[in-house]
């Protein structure tokens, strides 16, 4: 992003309380995206979200999630990192490992490289995820031919103890809701701790199991924003926002 954009989207910054992280995303940055009337999402991170969202609206504290949104903001007409303060790089890789694991186990023994949902970004894309890639496949769990217009066929390894690993890779909340459901073994590690480890036993079992807790968890965090958009939002532009993602999701589908 060139740093007058960057200074731009920045400056909203400045009248709002302050904020350890913000980052910004949305089709609208995209290079080659020519539309430049849609929205820009601004994410933001806070150390107090109490203390911050008094300064705000006394709307907040009433919903009680832990993201709120406001859409339709208009600042001088209209993802990139503005400010951070929190160390978001590394809590990001560990995000990165887990959006990866969970993705192979719930792709097939072979697929290709899809580049639909990331066009116009998807060498910053790749670059965010080759590292990972990169040791996947050293350890042989992933396999690469045909190379060429982003497209690649990809065949991984579907045994059990490349599972494990990857099961290992999710975040805590999910392992230990599919731990519930597939069993799990106590083990102690290196630092004395006793850790939980999810029992997997085959690929589809595992992978069944995660599609259903994170189908579960999308459901229940969906209706929750939903209705504290509503009350955050008002109910007319709330519905503006349903529409808008309505229509883009109707076109990714024609």
Known sequence: MENDKKAELASFLKVIPPVEFCCVYGSSLHPNNKDKSAMVDY???????????SEITQV??????GVHFNPFVTWNDRVQILADNLDIGNANSVNLRSALSAALLLLPSKFTQVKKIVQGQFDLFKSMYNPL???YEAKEFLRFSSYGNHQANV???CGVSVTFSLVSSLPPTIKSEMGMKLG?????????RVVSEVIVRSRD??????????????????????VSGLLAAGGVNAARYLGKKMEKAWKSWR
């Not at 994410?43 to 969202?53: E, I, K, R, T, Y």
């Not at 907040?60 to 999630?65: F, L, N, R």
């Not at 599609?211 to 939903?226: E, H, P, W």
């Open 133 to 135: 890639i990169q040791e």
């Open 205 to 226: 079992k595992a992978a069944k199991c995660l599609q259903n807790v994170l189908r579960r968890k999308v459901m229940i965090s969906s209706a929750r924003q939903a």
């Open 184 to 192: 799990e073994n106590k083990t102690v590690n290196e630092s004395g």
């Open 155 to 157: 065949s991984q390894d």
């Open 60 to 65: 907040a504290d009433e919903i009680g999630v």
């Open 43 to 53: 994410v933001l991170g806070v150390s107090d979200p109490q203390q911050w969202h």
